[in-house]
Each structure stands twice: as C-alpha cells, then as structure tokens.
C-alpha cells in the first residue's frame, strides 16, 4: 500500500479516538474562572492591538502572562458562537464551541504526535515498518493520556494545547530544513516557534532544544535506513555510518538559517512581551535547587503514575523526587554522549523534547507567579517526548530480536503492547473527565485532594451559592477565610462572604464582611461595587427621607468608585444607570445602561439595561 495513504489512515485514527476519548467532555459546563473570560475579559480585545497589547486592568488577566494567540483562539469561539446561535440560545452554545474546538486542538495535536514520531524512528534508524508502529503507537498514547484532561477537558487548558500544536510544527520544518535546506523552511521554523511563544511560555524552550540538537544531530546527509528484514549487523552499520555531530568549523553554513529565523522569532516575542506587560519583578519563591528537581522527578512520576490525579497542587516535593529528577537528567546527559556515537538520536530527540518544554514551567517552581507551582497541564507539550520515547525503545527492542526479519509480526507486537497499556490510559481518562463536568464535582473532588488550601473552599462556596445553598456557601468561605494567609484571597473570601449575606438580606454582617475585603484590598472593585448595594438596600429599607437620601448618595459614590477602580465594571455600570434613572438623571443614566449593553450585549445586566432604556423612550 502507498506510504502516503498508510499514514494518512493512521493520522485519521489517531484523531477519532483522541476525539471519542474526549468527546464527554463536549457537554461539560464551565469550570471554575471561565465565564469571565467571555464576560469580563474578551470585551477589552475589541483591537488586533489590544490583541497583542492587552489594555491595563482587564479583571483577573494574568500579569506575568502573554498569550495573545490563545486571546486569538477564543475570539474565533465567540464569532462562531454569536454566528450560528441566536441571542437566548448563546450560553449554551458557547459551552459547546468552546469546549469542541480544544477537542479538535488535541486531535489536531496527537496527528502532528504521529508525524514527529515518524522523523523520531527515522533519526533512530528504525526500518519504515518499525518506525510507523513506534509513531503510531507514541500518537495513540499521548491522544488518550489521562494527564492531559485537564488542558482538554477545561476550555482555559486550551494555550498548552495550542502551543504543543505549534511547537511540533516547529520540530518538522526544521527537521525538513535540516534534509532540503530551503529556506522557506527556516522561515516556517521561526515562524511556528513564534506562534508557539505567542501561545504560552511554554514555547521558549524550542529556544533551548533546537539550537542543542544541532550540536548533536549528524548531518543529515549521511543519514540511511536499513531496508525491510535487514540484519542486525546491517543496522549497526548503517547507524554507524551516520558519522559524528557536525564540527564546529561548519557549525554557521550549517545552521545559520533556522537559528537567525529563530533569533528573529525571538526578538519579536521579547519585544511584543515587554511591550504588552509591566516591567515588574517576579518574587523569589525561596525554591532550592533541589525543589526544581524535585519539580522534574514529580512530572516524570505523574507521566506514568498519574494517580492521584488533582487540579490544585501548592507544594513541590522533595526527598526521593529530587533525587529521580537528579538521575532523570543525568540519563538524559549520557543519552546525549552515547547518541553522538550515531544511535539513538530519536530517542535524545525525544527526552530533550520532553526536558526543553518542561523547562520554562521550571519557572513557575523558582518563581511566585501561581498559587499552584506543578499543574497537570504543563505536562502536556513535555508528554510527547516521553510518548514517543516508550514506543521507540519498544520498537528499538523489538528490533533486536528475530521478529524483525518479519515487519507485520513485529508490529503487531509493538502495537499491541500500546494496546495493553493504552486501554487503561483511555478508561482512566474517561473517569477523570466526569470530574470536569461541572463545578461541584470539580470543586468537591479538588477540596477533597486538597483541604488545607483557601481556593477551592472559596470556590466550592461559589458553586453552592449558585446552587441557592446559600448556608452551605457560607461554611466554605468561612473556612476559605481561615485558609488563606495572603491578602488577595482573604479579599476575596470576605467579598463572597459579604454577597451571600445580601443574598440573605443580612446587610449588617454584609457590610463587616465587605469593610473586610477593602481593608485587605483597598482598591478591590467588586468589593466596591457590593458595598454600594448593601447602601442601596438600606437606603430602599429606610423610612426617614433624609436617612434615604444619604444612603442612596453613598450608593451613588459607591457605584463611581467601583467604575473608577474598572471602567469596564457592567454590573457597575447597570445598577449606577438603573439608579441614575430612578432619580431623574436620564441623560447620564442612558450613558451607563448604554454601555452596560456594548460591553457584554449578551448578559443579563444588557437585558435589563434594554427594557429600561426602552421604558425610558415611551
């Protein structure tokens, strides 16, 4: 059969069971921050410059963060969302596109596993046979991976996806550049790794990897393939024949090219990245060495032990994992100097894939960017190295023994044995994703793995308030309160506090609850914005004249302050119009209703703010 169509085959089996592994998560609801990434944040990149210049206060937007080509992925969800979906029907419709399309990424994502896979068992010397079974089953593995739910069952996961999609985009034009030297090639190369930057920082460490593997890799030209059933004598031959690494004396005709494309690429992410973020400096988190090691050796582990599996983990561990990290790197170190001999460069292609992109999550450890320094979702780029590391050693080993003068039978073998493994991977993947459904899953499954922690109390007690527990809600944030030790989340549980008691109409520990909050975070606007209610309830509450004018003047100063803190505060805006408009300030009030509805149309702060406005015109 033609090599082409095999491949193309095996490329369209790879992506239908990436997708019918994940198809579940297709109904999932959304999880923990989503919505405020289509309500709160999308309305700012209104500009392809606001795009890749983020505007200042956008509410909760990561600081230390630039991914304007994920910005980029959610704008095409919410065109086709608003596209194809009337007004009343588009919530649900944005559960569905959001979440279909990160499917479609990892489909996407495990075919170019496949294609990699396949130069991989090239620079092993593997025969085609052999090869395609290696890439095959490393595609399959990684396409049902239970590591990997959390970038695709969470619609937020999506930057690792996408960034992992340009990243091996990256690795085969510059393995093609190595073998043609065109130098569209070199340009496709800077290009995909600027992609894969402009995705999530995760890319950076095709910065590190390429240039390194050049030192190694030989020359491509003396590259050869034994043929089908050749001896093993015949194989350690050929893969001798692949001479040494290039000398450093033609190390420039060789290379320069894709690294002054890659030296472009990284001028322009750099200059974009400075120029969008503050110039502010990462804190020291007081990591050792040893915690960094530590990081590696608990990655290593969670590839092929993920169990048990959690999306909230605050601390690295140490003792025997900085220890594994310390040998995992030391192998890789001795894989290097033995591939230089010629043999087993795809397998040193693969663990410096899996160690370069891990690097830059290294950062996350040494540095106090997240509450969480491991997460699941960072192993996702790093988990194609490992992938397809597994099935080339089993290809590898197959090779050794007499099966290889038969390809079909040697195959099997191979393949099946992804099978065996594989199977359970997908089971367990499957039950990982019910946690992923909706928020109360999610939340009780993360305080359960995590009960020290003040997030997921806090989040857990959002989810109950949406469920009108409100009691419920209360306990959590209470004990989110007694969790946290920093500012920003003792702010916020005393916030959410604060709103579940107005929700009860207990204004009086709402207001303490809220001074609270302002006291922990002065310029904290939703905070703001709840005590201007708390004002607004009391001043409808009051029976002397004077007493309600007073507190609807707070409940006026209060609603300011907030749209100070946030302009772009709708709810702020909806209540100051409604307010406005109660009292005979129609002009001013139509100013605020009107842009309470051009921020987010689709809310419900936008319905109200119609029917008023065309109350207003009657």
Not at 301 to 309: G, R, S
Not at 365 to 385: D, F, K, Q
Request: glycine fraction near 8%; include cysteine; aromatic fraction near 10%.
């Amino acid at each position: 059969m033609n090599r082409t169509l095999v491949v193309a085959l095996a490329g369209l089996l790879v992506a239908l069971v990436a997708v019918a592994v994940f198809w579940p998560s297709f109904d999932n609801e959304f999880i923990w921050d989503d919505p405020i990434v289509f309500q709160r944040q999308l309305p700012y990149f209104d500009s392809l410059s606001n795009v890749f210049t983020p505007p200042k206060s956008i509410p909760q937007f990561g600081t230390h963060y630039y991914r304007p080509l994920g910005v980029v992925s959610y704008q095409i969800d919410e065109a086709i969302a608003q596209r194809f979906w009337p007004l009343e029907q588009r919530d649900q419709a944005r559960q569905r596109v959001y979440h279909a399309s990160v499917i479609f990424y990892h489909a996407l994502a495990s075919v170019l596993v496949l294609l990699l896979g396949l130069h991989f068992a090239r620079l092993s010397g593997l025969s085609e046979s052999m090869g395609l079974a290696a890439a095959l089953g490393g595609s399959l593995l990684f396409a049902v991976h239970p590591i990997h739910v959390e970038c695709v069952s969470w619609m937020a996961g999506r930057a690792d996806v996408l960034c992992t999609i340009f990243a091996i985009a990256t690795m085969l034009t510059w393995l093609r550049h190595r073998r043609r030297g065109h130098w569209a090639d070199a340009v496709a190369v800077g290009g995909f790794a600027l992609a894969a930057m402009l995705c999530k920082e995760t890319g950076v460490g095709l910065l590190l990897l390429l240039p390194v593997l050049d030192m190694l890799l030989p020359r491509p030209e003396r590259e050869a393939r034994p043929a089908e059933g050749s001896s093993r004598a015949e194989r350690r031959r050929l893969a001798r024949k692949k001479g040494s690494a290039p000398t450093p004396t033609g190390l420039l005709t060789l290379f320069w090219p894709r690294w002054l494309a890659l030296a472009v690429a990284t001028g322009l992410y750099f200059m974009l990245r400075s120029k969008a973020l503050d110039s502010g400096h990462l804190r020291d988190s007081g990591a050792s060495i040893g915690a960094l090691f530590g990081a590696v050796g608990w990655y290593f582990k969670k590839f092929f032990w993920p169990a048990p599996q959690s999306a909230f983990i605050t601390l690295v561990p140490g003792g025997w994992w900085t220890v594994c990290g310390v040998l995992i790197v030391a192998a890789a170190a001795g894989l290097a100097w033995y591939a230089r001999r010629g043999s087993a460069l795809g397998e040193l292609a693969a663990v410096g894939f899996f160690l370069a992109l891990l690097a830059p999550s290294l950062a996350i450890v040494a540095y106090r960017i997240s509450e969480t320094p491991l997460a699941e979702r960072y192993l996702y780029a790093p988990s194609v190295g490992l992938c397809l590391l597994i099935t080339l050693l089993a290809a590898r080993l197959v090779s050794l023994t007499p099966l290889a003068r038969h390809p079909v039978p040697a195959m099997a073998v191979v393949l099946v044995g992804c099978l065996v493994v594989g199977v359970p991977m997908a089971y367990a993947t499957v039950e990982r994703e019910k946690v992923w459904q909706n928020n109360l899953a999610f939340w009780q499954d993360t305080v359960l793995k995590a009960p020290g922690e003040g997030l997921p109390h806090l989040h857990l007690g959002l989810t109950y308030n949406e469920m009108d527990y409100t009691e419920k809600a209360i306990e959590e944030y209470k004990l989110a309160l007694e969790q946290y030790d920093d500012a920003e989340g003792r702010s916020k549980a005393y916030n959410n506090l604060g709103s579940a008691y107005i929700r009860l109409g207990r204004l009086e520990e709402a207001s303490e609850a809220l001074a609270g909050a302002l006291r922990e975070v002065p310029r904290y606007a939703t905070a703001t914005y709840n005590l201007a209610l708390v004002q607004l309830r009391r001043a409808r509450q009051a029976r002397d004249p004077r007493e309600r004018a007073r507190l609807t003047n707070e409940a006026l100063s209060g609603f300011r302050a907030a749209l100070k803190i946030n302009p772009r505060y709708v709810k702020a805006h909806y209540q100051y119009g409604a307010l406005l408009l109660g009292l005979g300030r129609r002009e001013l009030a139509a100013e605020h209703l009107r842009k309470a509805i051009s921020l987010a149309p689709s809310s419900g702060e936008a319905k109200a703010a119609r029917k008023l406005l065309e109350r207003r015109e009657e």
